[in-house]
């Protein structure tokens, strides 16, 4: 057993977000500092800034590609499994 597993979301009418995180699992304490699951939808573009920090982020992705972009114009990270 790896815990409970926590949800939060929120959803404004324009965007919504779910994020559910639980405890690490034993074999990976040491290794991973945070272990969560995320899904996000928006009516439309939506932008949204990160700052930068001391750790590495890693996304596994399992729906339709996540575009991330500098101006909004071209794609500086564009990813697809097709």
Do not use: C, K, N
């Not at 995180?21 to 899904?39: A, D, E, N, Q």
């Not at 928006?42 to 339709?64: K, Y």
Request: hydrophobic share 40%; proline share 7%.
């Amino acid at each position: 057993m790896h815990g409970r597993v926590l949800v939060q979301s929120l959803d404004d009418g324009f965007a919504s977000w779910e994020l559910a995180t639980r405890p690490i699992p034993t074999r990976f304490r040491g290794l991973v500092r945070t272990w969560l699951g995320y899904s996000e939808r928006a009516a439309g573009i939506r932008r949204q800034r990160e700052l930068p920090g001391a750790r590495v982020v890693v996304i596994f992705e399992f729906g339709p590609p996540i575009r991330v972009s500098a101006t909004g114009a071209e794609p500086l990270l564009e990813h697809s499994l097709d």
